[in-house]
């Protein structure tokens, strides 16, 4: 395996949170993982190539010269793809269970007890347990702390994905708490679950919706849109928060929003959140308000399964949420990691006491639907949504995205309203083909394999665009040089009194540009696209 710990080339890859690793960068961005200022970037750069990565992860974890300390790290990046629904990546961890480092062997261990069961794993994991826990095992020349924590994490995974026969044994070896928490779950993952009901008016809260910063403004004009006048209105650092009941079908279609969550307070004291008083809370005041978002007609059902966690801020970890999850159980509150419809983050704080964040996964699951492919760099749906609220969509609109990747900026446009017509222009055929798929059902729509500086759509009103951000499809120097030419371009295919709106991820160079081709900046504002810096930006092309 080859490392270039240390290379300016590497760092400057690695330090870009749109960099992904490829077929050229494997293995030295592998290497980077043992490097402790390095490795959580390297980590990210691997997860994002996905199951692209694992041939050349297995190479470095069966290779003896792969450091041990990179080796848990491999293990944790096969556990994330495997959770991610591939196959070949948990083929690999369960093939890892005849692992002999101890470090190593506990990470697969944790890997293992985050997914879901299958029917070969249980007796390698057995088979692995009785091994590693017999009394001249690998484990037996550990210190006694480190001996005791092993012990427990076999157990735990034999508990959580062992089947039947893994939890007893681990019932019989001192964790009769855990099997109980995993029989729970598996009974309730085993009836149907009411649905959502999206007709339901969700009962008041505090209500906190989240977007990428520099769009609240933009976030907060569709809810009030959708919503009427909203109460306690706060906008921070890309989150609004308001209070009051609303029907969930209204908040489920605000299309701006990346995540939306209830807020409910507990009547627990911070210092006083043991996992009891914490259980009896959620019984007391969440699931009342739950219980009728999945009522079917006059009938009442159980409550949902739900995904606990602290806010990270908290510093709780996996003992104290199985602990929580225990307490849970006794009010009949099942607690489940798996595709539970409900997620509860528990945060607190000295001056607002104990909360608990709500997340219904059901709301607002279909409002991108027509997503069906997609290509590197494209835009998340919830930038284009907004992208387009800040275009001020008007009936006569000519649209054109001349970068238009897989079309989510004019599928979201054609969301948006009436318009003339939309175009979209790339220079791949694959992103064509990908809008092709995205934009089915549209109508007045042309989608061609054209360079965005030649390209000349008739009557154009409106450019709409997320443009290549020279982070991860190609230089930074060259997509400036790109953008550049383009606005002079633009200026000549903009009709009188239209307008373009677009992320710049060099806004000096394009405010000058735009202003020499005669295009009159109208909103200039920051935006954070996940750690990547670009500015929002609206011309006006003068009358």
Request: net charge neutral; with cysteine; aromatic share 4%.
């Amino acid at each position: 395996m080859t490392a270039m710990l240390t290379t300016p080339e590497l760092v400057a890859l690695l330090e870009d949170p749109g960099f992904t690793a490829g077929k050229k960068t494997f293995a030295a961005v592998i290497g980077a993982l043992a490097d402790e200022t390095l490795e959580k970037k390297a980590f990210r750069a691997l997860e994002r190539a996905g199951d692209g990565a694992l041939p050349a992860v297995v190479r470095a974890f069966s290779s003896t010269e792969t450091p041990a300390a990179v080796r848990p790290a491999l293990v944790r990046l096969v556990g994330r793809l495997a959770r991610g629904g591939s196959k070949p990546a948990l083929d690999v961890l369960e093939g890892a269970l005849t692992e002999e480092e101890p470090r190593t062997f506990r990470e697969v261990l944790v890997q293992l007890g985050k997914g879901a069961p299958t029917e070969t794993l249980a007796p390698k994991l057995l088979a692995a347990a009785e091994r590693w826990l017999a009394a001249d095992g690998p484990a037996a020349g550990l210190r006694t702390a480190d001996r005791e924590a092993l012990r427990r994490e076999v157990l735990w995974a034999l508990a959580t994905v062992g089947g039947a026969e893994g939890r007893a044994f681990a019932n019989e070896n001192g964790i009769a708490g855990k099997g109980a928490v995993v029989a729970r779950r598996e009974e309730a993952r085993a009836h149907e679950e009411a649905p959502l009901a999206e007709l339901a008016v969700a009962p008041a809260c505090t209500w906190r919706l989240r977007c990428r910063a520099g769009f609240e403004e933009i976030l907060r004009a569709e809810i009030e849109e959708r919503l009427g006048a909203l109460s306690q209105v706060r906008v921070e650092r890309g989150v609004v928060t308001f209070a009051g009941a609303f029907p969930l079908a209204a908040l489920g279609a605000v299309r701006t929003a990346s995540e939306i969550e209830a807020v409910l307070p507990l009547a627990v004291a911070p210092r006083e959140s043991a996992p009891a008083k914490l259980a009896a809370a959620v019984a007391e005041t969440v699931a009342p308000w739950l219980r009728p978002l999945f009522t079917v007609g006059e009938a009442s059902t159980a409550l949902p399964r739900m995904r606990i966690a602290f806010a990270r801020r908290d510093g709780r970890g996996r003992a104290e949420i199985f602990a929580l999850a225990e307490a849970l159980g006794k009010h009949g509150i099942v607690s489940d990691g798996r595709n539970a419809p409900v997620s509860l983050v528990f945060e607190r704080s000295a001056a607002e006491g104990v909360a608990v964040a709500i997340t219904l996964h059901a709301l607002g699951e279909n409002r991108f639907s027509y997503r069906v492919a997609d290509v590197p760099a494209a835009s998340h749906p919830t930038v284009a949504a907004a992208l387009v609220r800040a275009s001020l969509p008007q009936p006569e609109d000519v649209v054109w995205d001349p970068f238009c990747g897989s079309a989510l900026e004019l599928r979201e446009r054609a969301e948006a309203g009436p318009y003339v017509s939309l175009h979209g222009t790339d220079r791949e055929r694959r992103a064509i083909d990908a809008a092709l798929a995205n934009t089915v059902g549209v109508h007045r729509i042309s989608l061609v394999v054209e360079d965005a500086c030649t390209a000349r759509p008739q009557h154009v009103t409106a450019i709409v665009t997320n443009p290549p951000l020279g982070r991860r499809v190609q230089d930074a120097e060259g997509i400036t040089r790109l953008l550049v030419r383009f606005l002079a371009h633009a200026a000549t295919v903009l009709a009188p009194g239209g307008r373009l709106v677009w992320l710049s991820p060099a806004p000096r160079a394009t405010r000058e540009a735009a202003a020499a081709a005669g295009l009159r900046l109208r909103t200039a504002r920051a935006v954070d696209l996940g750690g990547i810096a670009v500015e929002l930006q609206i011309f006006d092309a003068v009358v």
